[in-house]
């Protein structure tokens, strides 16, 4: 399975494309036996706030169940059709990341947010830029209305900020702020709706986070942070080159009229 021609052009065009179906039921089911197990041996609440910054069922992250739905699907090789077939990092690992309800009424407004910044939180390091190339996330449950922890995205702010860095630099994605963002005029957000099995491929530098969720049911989601095998010698000059470790994406480029890039 590779990603479309057409599907690369959504991916150009909003910094994102989600891939219906892309893992099996079966393994949908399997990771989240997992997680509700885990839950059932109980949630220690003065590790909340930890967990829902990098992770929950910590135990789990390196497990079959959680691991497999990026090794063994074809997301793996959707992922390797856009950035290239041996150029990404193995993945070891993932986020296990799950929205309860709220009760609030209205919801709390969405906060962008771009990863691997230095947050009280999420172990990142004050001065330090963890960043990556492609967030993948794979749906395991449903997410069928607003507001119901949906992956919410500002589409196109992967080129937005790419232009803000080019002509400002990139001094702001290390400071010891997390929530400061470049100060550009955001487009709308756009929450996303799923079925468990949806995969969702998203530019590394697109503006995103989690709706809150208002709904009945808790959202459950696995997500893969991968990075191309070269990223640790170019991590700022990706910032103002977006597809430089885009492989799959130099054609695309190309038809709009923009250098290509070499990683």
Same mark, same amino acid.
């Given at each position: 399975m590779?990603?479309t021609?057409?599907q690369k052009?959504?991916?150009?065009?909003?910094?994102y494309?989600q891939?219906?179906?892309?893992?099996?039921?079966?393994?949908?089911? $399997? &990771?989240?036996?997992a997680?509700?197990h885990?839950?059932g041996?109980?949630?220690?609440?003065?590790?909340?706030?930890t967990?829902q910054?990098r992770?929950?069922c910590?135990?789990?992250?390196?497990?079959?169940e959680? #691991?497999?739905?990026?090794?063994?699907?074809? #997301?793996?090789?959707? &992922?390797?059709?856009?950035i290239?077939?041996g150029k !990404?990092n193995?993945? %070891? $690992?993932g986020q296990i990341? @799950?929205?309860?309800? !709220?009760l609030?009424d209205?919801p709390?407004a969405?906060r962008?947010?771009?990863?691997?910044?230095?947050?009280p939180?999420?172990? #990142?390091?004050a001065?330090q830029?963890?960043?990556?190339t492609m !967030? #993948?996330?794979?749906?395991?449950?449903?997410?069928?209305?607003?507001y119901?922890?949906?992956?919410?995205?500002w589409p196109g702010t992967?080129r937005?900020?790419? =232009?803000?860095?080019?002509e400002?630099?990139t +001094?702001?994605?290390t400071?010891?702020? $997390?929530?400061a963002?470049p100060p550009?005029?955001?487009p709308q957000?756009? =929450? !996303?709706?799923?079925?468990?099995?949806d995969a969702f491929l998203v530019?590394?530098?697109?503006a995103?986070t989690?709706a809150?969720?208002?709904?009945?049911?808790p959202?459950?989601?696995?997500?893969?942070r991968l990075r191309? @095998?070269d990223?640790? +010698?170019?991590?700022?000059?990706?910032l103002?080159?977006i597809?430089?470790?885009?492989?799959?994406?130099?054609?695309i480029v $190309? =038809?709009h009229?923009?250098?290509?890039? %070499?990683?």
């Open positions: 590779k990603v021609h057409a052009l959504e991916l150009y065009e909003k910094g494309v891939i219906p179906g892309a893992v099996p039921g079966v393994m949908v089911d $399997a &990771a989240v036996k997680i509700n885990s839950f041996n109980g949630i220690d609440p003065t590790q909340m706030i967990f910054s992770s929950f910590p135990e789990l992250r390196e497990a079959p959680i #691991v497999d739905l990026y090794n063994r699907t074809p #997301v793996k090789e959707l &992922a390797e059709s856009l290239g077939t !990404l193995s993945v %070891t $690992a990341a @799950v929205r309860f309800p !709220l609030d209205p709390p969405l962008p947010h771009l990863d691997g910044r230095y947050s939180h999420n172990g #990142v390091p001065g830029l963890r960043s990556f !967030l #993948v996330g794979i749906a395991l449950s449903e997410v069928t209305t607003n119901a922890g949906n992956l919410a995205v992967h937005y900020f790419e =232009q803000y860095f080019s400002n630099g +001094d702001l994605m400071r010891g702020d $997390a929530v963002m550009i005029e955001m957000p756009q =929450q !996303l709706i799923a079925q468990p099995g530019h590394y530098q697109v995103h989690a809150p969720n208002v709904s009945p049911h959202r459950y989601a696995i997500y893969f191309h @095998v990223h640790q +010698d170019h991590r700022l000059e990706a103002t080159d597809w430089l470790e885009w492989d799959g994406m130099r054609e $190309a =038809q009229g923009e250098p290509v890039p %070499t990683s």
